[in-house]
């Protein structure tokens, strides 16, 4: 039987950065709170308030929740290692092994958010394609981009809607708006802006930006 025990503690250590960057002893007294608020009768008579009590609840209560899993799933994990190793029992082995490999890809993805320290980074954004330099090249690249980050917004959970495009003038697209919506878009594709290059038999360019979505619009927080 393979012993484990460097992967768990390993993850452990990870676990416990985890709790600290979540701030999780602080939220659970936070959920308390806002468990409260949401349940006040009058909340809605301030609609901007009761977005934002709102979008904070479950934000806090989505967090402690993906921490409380994983750690449940650690404790488990370390249980049935520890028993498995007193019987030499190797056909635990690859139980441990999926269970390693998904709290560590967890793991990756809440450690992301120890990235995310800007004002605005939980927010929604609106991204604007524009094809620049090379042609159709270019607009056929950037009808490419267009439907990879539809794709991408599907795939993480996010919303995804075209606010308007221009197509090209014999393929693809010359330029696109759209709104992502969901826990840190913004904080994700901020690290998109710039110029995204196609090399193929010709090199085209095209130039993407985004910005923070308004909290009052209809695609905010």
């Given at each position: 039987?393979?012993?484990?025990?460097?992967?768990?503690?390993?993850?452990?250590?990870?676990?416990?950065?985890?709790?600290?960057?979540?701030?999780?002893?602080?939220?659970?007294?936070?959920?308390?709170?806002?468990?409260?608020?949401?349940?006040r009768p009058?909340?809605?008579?301030?609609?901007?308030?009761a977005?934002?009590?709102?979008?904070?609840?479950?934000?806090?209560?989505?967090?402690?929740?993906?921490?409380?899993?994983?750690?449940?799933?650690?404790?488990?994990t370390?249980?049935?290692?520890?028993?498995?190793?007193?019987?030499?029992?190797?056909?635990?082995?690859?139980?441990?092994?999926?269970?390693?490999?998904?709290?560590?890809?967890?793991?990756?993805?809440?450690d992301?958010?120890?990235?995310?320290?800007?004002?605005?980074?939980?927010?929604?954004?609106?991204?604007?394609?524009?094809?620049?330099?090379?042609?159709?090249?270019?607009?056929?690249?950037?009808?490419?981009?267009?439907?990879?980050?539809?794709?991408?917004?599907?795939?993480?959970?996010?919303?995804?809607?075209?606010?308007?495009?221009?197509?090209?003038?014999?393929?693809?697209?010359?330029?696109?708006?759209?709104?992502?919506?969901?826990?840190?878009?913004?904080?994700?594709?901020?690290?998109?802006?710039?110029?995204?290059?196609?090399?193929?038999?010709?090199?085209?360019?095209?130039?993407?930006?985004?910005?923070?979505?308004?909290?009052?619009?209809?695609?905010?927080?």
């Amino acid at each position: 039987m393979r012993d484990y025990s460097d992967d768990l503690k390993e993850l452990r250590r990870r676990l416990g950065e985890a709790e600290g960057y979540l701030k999780i002893e602080p939220n659970r007294a936070r959920l308390s709170e806002l468990e409260f608020e949401v349940g006040r009768p009058d909340l809605w008579d301030d609609p901007e308030l009761a977005k934002r009590i709102n979008g904070e609840y479950a934000a806090i209560r989505d967090d402690l929740v993906a921490y409380d899993a994983l750690a449940q799933e650690l404790d488990d994990t370390e249980v049935l290692h520890e028993m498995a190793r007193e019987v030499d029992d190797a056909s635990q082995e690859a139980d441990i092994d999926a269970a390693i490999a998904s709290m560590t890809a967890r793991l990756d993805e809440l450690d992301l958010r120890s990235l995310f320290t800007g004002e605005h980074d939980e927010a929604a954004c609106i991204v604007a394609i524009n094809a620049k330099d090379g042609g159709v090249d270019a607009q056929d690249w950037s009808e490419i981009l267009l439907r990879m980050y539809g794709r991408w917004a599907e795939r993480r959970g996010f919303g995804f809607e075209i606010d308007g495009i221009s197509e090209g003038t014999e393929a693809g697209i010359l330029s696109a708006e759209f709104t992502i919506t969901g826990r840190y878009a913004y904080g994700l594709m901020t690290g998109e802006r710039g110029t995204h290059r196609l090399v193929r038999i010709s090199r085209s360019t095209t130039r993407v930006a985004a910005r923070r979505a308004s909290p009052r619009s209809r695609c905010g927080r």
